[in-house]
């Protein structure tokens, strides 16, 4: 089991976002939470990345509590959230730089995931290039690549094509199934039916926080 969450619980003030979810996630499947804007995915997403604190449940990463041990919850897994992660006034190899750095890569381990990343996601010709001068769909690809540069078992993709068009939308589930493919987990969520249905072995609805 790669994710557990029991009876979880989140509220702001007199607003339940979140009403006693429990799901788990497979080793090496792809799990979608599917649902629309406002039903409590990204909160919910926020909890599983100790981004967010919870009022009742529990939060499970590989047999890691998240709200005892969150560093060490967050180092096995890679998150992209629907803002991108990077930083326009950098290039792409520096952004990539400074979020390895997060994570204490050896200088050999930093080498190899520069390289496979960059190959990987198809940035080898923009390395140099600054964040701003890229498209949105370029940009995505920066995000995801340091998201996942310290080699996480865990990926999570907060609605990550979000303002795509169709053939952008395609093309990152191509990237997704390869990173499937590497051996990942992945979790995604997302509001597109047909984008849970193309990718997803296992899918959970998520309405008003239930």
């Known amino acids: 089991m790669i994710i557990k969450v029991e009876n979880l619980v989140k509220s702001y003030g007199d607003v339940r976002a979140l009403q006693g979810v429990s799901f788990d996630v497979e080793d090496k499947e792809i799990f979608g939470l599917l649902g629309p804007n406002g039903a409590g995915k990204t909160t919910l997403i926020e909890i599983l990345c100790g981004l967010r604190a919870f009022d009742e449940g529990s939060v499970n990463i590989m047999d890691i509590d998240v709200a005892g041990h969150p560093s060490k ?44 990343v960059s190959e990987f996601l198809g940035l080898e010709e923009v390395m140099k290039k600054r964040v701003k001068e890229l498209s949105g769909g370029l940009k995505r690809r920066v995000s995801l690549a340091a998201s996942i540069i310290h080699d996480p078992p865990l990926i999570i993709l907060d609605e990550p094509t979000v303002g795509f068009d169709p053939n952008a939308r395609r093309e990152f589930w191509g990237l997704v199934r390869r990173l499937h493919q590497e051996g990942k987990t992945i979790l995604i969520s997302t509001h597109y039916m047909e984008e849970a249905d193309e990718l997803c072995d296992r899918v959970a609805i998520i309405d008003k926080g239930k």
């Open 73 to 116: 919850a967050k180092g096995l897994m890679g998150f992209c959230p629907q803002e991108t992660l990077i930083y326009d006034l950098l290039n792409v190899r520096e952004n990539l730089v400074f979020a390895a750095s997060l994570h204490s890569l050896s200088k050999k381990k930093f080498r190899e995931r520069i390289s496979f």
